[in-house]
């Protein structure tokens, strides 16, 4: 019989079981599972409603089941449905009455509850870790190429001078609001569900604080219907990674485009590429496509917990045994990807002069010229028409801004002088961009010691 079979006269259908059990995934909560059952029965004998040496029985149990499911001599079953019923009749099985009162003031309802959310909060550390990672090899990278000019893009037209430095330190900035998320998330997400019981408390003179604090939450949730019923962090934390994936699968689509002939401005170790089974030829960018595709499931991940908490009535409704494998898939998503992004962008070669080539075609000096003349008094509109025209000549021409004499440069206006041409080298205009954010080393040292500053802090708590 069913540990709440009590009421049934008939066994339920064997498709409904399989319908309604959830072992098959939530048996990785096992270790969240048995220590908030430890917490929960130390309560208990603390607050005198069961005795020390079912305490101490049930402790014992616990751990002995803890190790035994470690070592791998347990197997889990179906027909106990779930992690927590498994666990329960395991310690029955080993201890005899004192693991039926293991469950007393307690349900499955704020049992779940506490297990996901420990298991959420113990997984977003080791995301951030990752992600401080990941920003400290860009740092690493970017001090490599702050002189690197290449074009900057928009609408993936070469649109201005910048570095590849303040390229990386973009992604870098990116990543840093990614960890700030997480833990935002991890602070709210910190207090206690244990003692909702169903949906209303309980009878029982339990101690929620005392179960809170030896769980390391910040205090009990203070309503037990929103106890049993919240999954918000859940939710939070798939939003948090889907944004996450979002920056790793921009951050993909541009080593895609540079690992491509057209561009060529980076190429991607052995180790972090693969081959083609009928064109000898081909190294391709296998690792960058894979997480700009893995970003869709995580996006998905989201959405299918959005949809089914939609529409729920308080409290508990079994729809929301539907939260775990989302949640799940999410988390292992981000952990499988950024470490293998973060050895593939840690080891790839950048070709800087293919950077320079292409920064030397498309004009993407076309504003300092425009610059150039309204420093020489000129109004910034008719400086921005004569550099169109300017433009409109040497693609005619087949040359390049800085091509042009000064000649020609004069039969526009008579504005340009001879230092035009240093106002027009790509070098300069990188290094002219001085201001707050820009792309000049002076600022792009400044970004780079405020990641390492916000990755120190982080590594040192």
């Not at 106890?227 to 939070?236: F, I, K, N, P, T």
């Not at 792309?439 to 390492?452: D, F, L, N, Y």
């Amino acid at each position: 019989m069913k540990l709440w079979g009590g009421r049934f006269e008939k066994e339920t259908d064997s498709l409904v079981d399989q319908l309604n059990a959830s072992i098959s995934f939530d048996q990785r909560l096992y270790r969240e599972d048995i220590t908030g059952s430890m917490a929960h029965a130390k309560m208990l004998g603390a607050r005198g409603i069961i005795s020390q040496p079912d305490v101490d029985a049930i402790l014992e149990g616990l751990r002995s089941i803890l190790e035994d499911v470690e070592a791998g001599k347990v197997e889990f079953t179906a027909e106990n449905e779930d992690i927590h019923m498994n666990v329960e009749a395991l310690l029955t099985q080993r201890i005899g009455d004192a693991g039926k009162r293991l469950h007393t003031a307690r349900s499955r309802n704020d049992q779940v509850a506490l297990d996901f959310r420990m298991y959420v909060r113990s997984h977003i550390p080791v995301i951030v870790d990752q992600l401080l990672h990941l920003e400290s090899v860009l740092c690493e990278q970017a001090k490599k190429y702050q002189t690197a000019v290449m074009p900057g893009y928009t609408h993936l037209q070469r649109a201005q001078p910048i570095s590849f430095a303040q390229h990386l330190m973009a992604y870098a900035n990116m990543f840093s609001r990614d960890v700030t998320r997480l833990e935002d998330c991890a602070k709210r997400l910190n207090e206690c569900p244990l003692g909702s019981g169903a949906l209303a408390g309980t009878t029982y003179p339990i101690d929620r604080r005392q179960t809170a604090r030896a769980l390391e939450f910040d205090a009990p949730m203070s309503n037990s219907l929103d106890g049993v019923s919240d999954r918000d962090y859940a939710l939070e934390l798939m939003s948090a990674l889907s944004i996450l994936m979002m920056h790793l699968s921009r951050f993909s689509e541009e080593i895609v485009l540079w690992c491509s002939w057209e561009f060529k401005f980076i190429e991607l170790d052995d180790a972090y590429a693969t081959g083609s089974s009928i064109m000898p030829q081909k190294k391709n960018p296998d690792v960058a496509e894979l997480v700009r595709g893995k970003t869709g499931r995580v996006y998905g991940d989201l959405m299918s917990l959005l949809t089914t908490m939609k529409g729920l009535p308080l409290a508990y409704n079994k729809d929301m045994q539907e939260d775990k494998e989302p949640v799940f898939d999410a988390i292992d998503t981000a952990e499988l990807c950024l470490p293998v992004f973060t050895a593939m962008i840690d080891t790839m070669t950048v070709r800087t002069d293919n950077m320079r080539k292409a920064a030397g075609r498309g004009f993407i000096n076309a504003t300092d010229c425009a610059d150039y003349l309204t420093k020489k008094g000129l109004p910034f509109r008719d400086a921005y028409t004569v550099t169109g025209k300017l433009v409109a000549d040497c693609a005619a021409k087949g040359k390049t801004l800085e091509e042009l004499t000064i000649e020609e440069l004069k039969t526009v206006s008579d504005l340009f002088e001879e230092d035009v041409y240093e106002a027009l080298n790509l070098e300069n205009c990188m290094a002219l961009r001085s201001s707050y954010g820009g792309p000049a080393v002076s600022e792009t040292t400044r970004q780079i010691k405020a990641i390492e500053s916000f990755v120190e802090e982080r590594t040192r708590r």
